[in-house]
């Protein structure tokens, strides 16, 4: 016996710190040294894994800072955030009612927005708007003839496909036939139309994260959990324009 011990103090290893947990241990040991050895390794690693837990090592599972509702109140404008996004999404919608149906009306002529010298007016306010016949409309700018070439490229730009012809200071605007091509040009325009909104909503996203950005008495976390709150609003706001584009397009094509 007092030879084992001998020998296990030779390794280093105090048997009375290992029998206190173990009561059999000591005639493994005498048995086989080596194990005390394993043992003491096994004993020390586990200590380690446990301090690590403790001071928020790798044992640790991360944890997700979140942010509520009141929360995101008090470091941004949430129902300016929400009413910007908004205005967008209302915006592309009464665009598609006005500009993309299947046979433009004059109705939809009559609001068509022109911008003049930085100003918007609707082209009923410029002009005097009727029909020849069902297939043609007339757009009598004999009032305000310098804004002639505002008008032209909003219709250009209105995604309705017109094609108007100048004589003098009247339009004539032909309604195209329902083709094929122009159901598909109509379904362009209607995605055309979602991107400009898309990218207003992602504007105001960025606008506001550029806001939480410049404060820094806002941690980094609470920045971050911010951040993520104002990109989820504004993902939902783009999937309800997304839903609308869809609706749009599957009533333009016919299907």
């Known amino acids: 016996m007092l030879r084992n011990a001998v020998h296990l103090a030779t390794l280093g290893v105090r048997q009375t710190r290992v029998t206190c947990c173990l009561p059999r241990l000591p005639l493994i040991l005498q048995n086989n040294p080596q194990n005390a050895i394993n043992v003491q390794v096994a004993r020390d690693y586990a200590k380690g894994k446990d301090k690590k837990k403790e001071k928020g090592g790798k044992g640790k599972p991360g944890g997700k800072v979140e942010i509520n509702e009141q929360q995101l109140r008090e470091i941004l404008n949430l129902d300016g955030l929400n009413s910007q996004?908004?205005?967008?999404?209302?915006?592309?919608?009464?665009?598609?009612v006005k500009h993309l149906s299947l046979r433009s009306t004059s109705g939809a002529i009559d609001t068509l927005r022109i911008k003049v010298d930085g100003q918007?007016?609707?082209?009923?306010?410029?002009?005097?708007i009727s029909r020849k016949n069902p297939k043609t409309i007339i757009v009598n700018m004999i009032g305000f003839p310098q804004t002639i070439p505002d008008v032209l490229k909003a219709i250009e730009k209105s995604g309705m496909n017109l094609n108007p012809q100048q004589d003098g200071t009247t339009l004539f605007i032909p309604i195209p036939k329902v083709t094929k091509e122009h159901r598909e040009n109509l379904s362009k325009n209607a995605k055309a139309l979602f991107v400009k909104y898309r990218d207003a909503i992602r504007g105001v996203q960025n606008e506001h994260i550029r806001k939480l950005k410049k404060q820094p008495e806002l941690g980094k976390d609470d920045a971050f959990?911010?951040?993520?709150?104002?990109?989820?609003?504004?993902?939902?706001?783009?999937?309800?324009?997304?839903?609308?584009?869809?609706?749009?397009?599957?009533e333009l094509l016919g299907e």
């Open 120 to 128: 918007e007016h609707e082209l009923q306010e410029l002009a005097q």
């Open 85 to 96: 996004m908004q205005k967008s999404v209302m915006q592309m919608k009464d665009d598609f």
């Open 225 to 250: 959990a911010a951040q993520a709150q104002v990109t989820a609003i504004a993902d939902r706001f783009i999937s309800e324009a997304d839903k609308l584009l869809a609706s749009k397009q599957k």
